[in-house]
């Protein structure tokens, strides 16, 4: 697909007409990433009773919620490569059956070996599935609007984990922590359908990978695109089938790359330190257990507007240099948290980290597309992301021994400050020496 590269240009300046294909395609995207938001709220929601049910440790509890995680970097560096070779929409139809799936298991069975392995495969589903619609919403968006499609693909998360916090508030009383289970893969399974009728193929896949009927598919799509029809597929730049990792280190994209999963890597260590420990840092801080949840809900609150303004400022700025801007604010906004403040600030303070480090961690899914090209791009984001997600699983551990050692929150955050900063400085960097994707 002809979509140049954003940046401040004429293109930005000009009316963008947005096609009923492209709003239904980013919507439907928003919806499978609030997915991710519903999974990570409701598997913490549930922990206190299924410990209590069952009997096990914090020790056990820790292996459960690393079985996610381990799926999700599998997903990531695995699977989702193949929406670059099979095309994105059979990949993210095949995560939501796996997605399905490991939610029915999990809240099906009694057993806490094979509950973990149903969270293997739910995280497997759920890792292929970002970097697929992350890849799709990218390349459905018109042109300019790129990294505004994305932020509000984004702003999905803090609307999944919001409502299902707010679900998982009244459905596990009534219900038990394993019917809140099944509730969710009752979600996914009836959007599964939806997704089959109404989700399709990319037009850049289609024109870069070039698979059977790819020139009738394409023109079908451009017509309701508002496209040029075309009389011949483009040259075929790539052969063979499955991207590989080295395919992302060529000689034009790795400086990029490198960049690009170190800022992953150490703002995914920030992002899930202050979403795994922000409830209790908040009572460590001085909250009362209820204002330490609307603390978190506003976090996320936060983020949902964060995600949409950046996609909003990148029409017409550098999105190396806005999530560097971000970072630079989130981490000053950290040092705050911890301060002793009337509880407005406090709890304002909890809406301006979200809305800074979410905001400027959805910027890295636009960089990555900007990045990479078409036929790389699923790959380029899903290893990104997979690379990023051994962050994900040290910050929490880190952030765990620090208070665990009585370190002053002060001291805590400043050390998870320092890093953010640093993330952002390679974001600057990825987007100068990566190059421009025109497709």
Known sequence: ??????SPSSQSKKTVKWMALQIAVVILCTIMNGLDGMDLLIVSYIAPAMASDWH??????????????????LGCIVVAPFADSWGRRPIILLALVLMTLGSLGSGLTHDLNLFSAMRVMTGLGLGTLL?????????YAPPGRRSLAVGIFQAGYPVGAVLTGIAAIFAIPAFGWQATMLGAAIITLVLLPIVWIA?????????????????QRSNALRARLGMQQIS??????????????????????YKGTVAL???????YGVLYFLMSWIPKISVMAGLSQSNAIWAGSLTNLGGVFGDVIIGYLAIRRDIGKLIALFFFVCSGMMML?????????????AFALGFTLMGGFSGFYSLAALIYPARLRSSGIGWAGGFGRFG???GPMVGGALLAAKTPLPTTFGYFAVPLVISGGFAMLATFFGPKATD
């Open 232 to 253: 011949a597929l483009p040259a075929r730049d790539q052969k063979g089938n499955l991207p590989k990792p080295r395919d992302l280190f060529s000689a034009e994209l």
């Open 337 to 349: 948290f911890v301060q002793h403040m009337p509880l407005a600030a406090t709890l304002l303070t």
């Open 1 to 6: 697909m002809s979509y140049v590269a954003e």
């Open 392 to 394: 994900a699983i040290l």
């Open 131 to 139: 970097a697929s619609v992350g890849a799709l919403v990218s390349e």
């Open 56 to 73: 096990i440790s914090l020790a056990q509890l820790g292996v459960v919620f690393s079985a996610g995680m381990t799926g999700m970097v």
């Open 199 to 215: 989700l399709p193929e990319s037009v850049a896949f289609l024109e870069a990978r070039q698979p059977k009927n790819a020139l």
């Open 261 to 267: 999963w170190i800022a992953t890597f150490l703002s």
